[in-house]
């Protein structure tokens, strides 16, 4: 299928505005990374605790923060989800060790049912409780009551309260005590100790709770940069191998243009490095190189035709003919992306963000600033020859040769 037939649009010699849209973006990311430090990275570099609590109603940020300013040592980070109204993610940085980290979980989880608990301690918060806690607190009253209940029954019958809590819609939070009817095995009187001695907190915060120990963080951040720099360097060999040197250089450079400038947009925007966002890189760097190698196939092919006409116009020829391809390649991905962006969740977030900017400038990478690299090496090579040809002669070549000035190519692309 071809969206486009018999275009000619001079790419190449629109290419100053977005080399000078790619050095302003670099240079932007670039100075943000400098003045923060380097990349905002998240618990699974750096180390810490990272808990997120669900509330039943818009979640109370400041009163949050500020509770736990007063609990913790150092300030924590209380930040809200941007497609989600009624979560908030805690997240206490790297500490010294482990057992500082699991001192601050438990400070945090103190702190909150504190502020937002039962004023009487003594009862049981139903929305953050174990299945454990819960059949313990219903065992010696329903034996006092004569409830032809094991043991094992008992721990089933809390294994299943927590289940119907944490099931859809409720997803963690229950918010009448009455709706445990629908739970079987739960009879009148089970209900009956249950509104006695446990109640429901606004908030719960028993679920998704992350520890990472700092020099684990620090292995994670190790394994990552070398993860990416091993499969920049194996698509290098691979391309100067498949083509010649200059446009393996000119891939794996254009490729990390597009990855200084997406960590650049996270800088600006103050967003976390996780592993899905490093995921969503490398995720980058093989479809902006392949982007790239359809374009030098492609380039290739046409050298083979045509020996003697100028490079740059066989450049510009080549991405007209695998305009259709990019177009629907990358459009089509774009729209996928987006979706994920917005409806995605959380989770996706970051992922999805990497993804939306690192296309956008893939995209354009492979043209603007690939094959520019490569046209720009066989003009500086040209001038040198031509320099050279007036004072020493130069023995008639044996194979294709490039005709000097303007691009005019026969070079050789292909091994």
Excluded: C
């Excluded at 601050?104 to 918060?125: A, I, M, S, W, Y």
């Excluded at 739970?183 to 907190?201: I, R």
């Excluded at 390649?329 to 992306?337: D, E, H, I, P, Y």
């Amino acid at each position: 299928m071809q969206l486009f037939k018999n275009t000619n649009f001079d790419f190449l010699g629109k290419k100053w505005p977005f080399i000078i849209a790619s050095l302003i973006l670099s240079v932007l990311g670039l100075s943000s990374l400098a003045m923060k430090g380097g990349p905002r990275y998240g618990i699974e570099f750096k180390g810490g605790m990272m808990m997120t609590v669900k509330f039943q109603n818009t979640p109370p940020v400041n009163e949050v923060r500020d509770a736990l300013s007063k609990a913790l040592s150092s300030p924590p980070t209380v930040q809200t989800f941007e497609n989600s109204s009624n979560e908030i993610a805690i997240g206490t940085e790297g500490s010294a060790d482990d057992a500082t980290l699991a001192k601050n979980r438990q400070l945090v989880l103190d702190t909150l049912k504190k502020t937002f608990g039962h004023p009487e301690n003594n009862k049981l918060d139903l929305n953050n409780a174990s299945g454990g806690e819960v059949a313990n607190l219903l065992r010696d009253p329903l034996q006092r009551a004569g409830a032809a209940l094991s043991d094992p029954q008992i721990d089933q019958l809390g294994a299943a309260i927590v289940g119907y809590r944490n099931q859809p819609p409720r997803g963690g939070l229950l918010t009448n005590l009455d709706d445990l009817r629908a739970v079987s095995g739960v009879t009148p009187q089970v209900l009956d100790v249950l509104k006695q001695q446990a109640y429901l907190a606004p908030y719960t915060a028993a679920r998704d709770i992350e520890i990472v120990g700092p020099k684990v963080g620090a292995d994670m951040r190790s394994s990552a940069i070398q993860a990416t720099l091993l499969a920049l360097a194996g698509m290098l060999v691979y391309i100067w191998f498949r083509f010649e040197w200059i446009y393996g250089a000119a891939a794996v450079i254009a490729v990390f243009h597009d990855t200084i400038i997406t960590i650049g947009v996270f800088s600006l925007f103050n967003r976390e490095i996780t592993l899905t966002v490093i995921a969503a890189l490398l995720t980058l760097v093989g479809y902006s190189m392949n982007d790239t190698i359809v374009i030098f196939d492609r380039i290739r092919e046409n050298l083979q035709l045509n020996r003697r006409e100028r490079l740059v116009d066989v450049i510009n020829r080549s991405v007209n003919q695998t305009l259709s391809r990019t177009v629907m390649t990358s459009g089509l991905t774009f729209l996928t992306v987006i979706s994920l962006f917005l409806f995605g969740g959380p989770v996706l977030h970051g992922f999805s963000f990497a993804l939306v900017a690192g296309i956008i400038v893939g995209t354009y990478s492979s043209v603007y600033v690939a094959s520019p690299i490569v046209l720009g090496f066989h003009d500086f090579m040209d001038a040198r020859k031509k320099g050279g040809a007036g004072a020493t002669s130069v023995p008639a070549a044996t194979g294709p040769t490039r005709q000097p000035g303007s691009g005019k190519t026969a070079v050789r692309i292909a091994k």
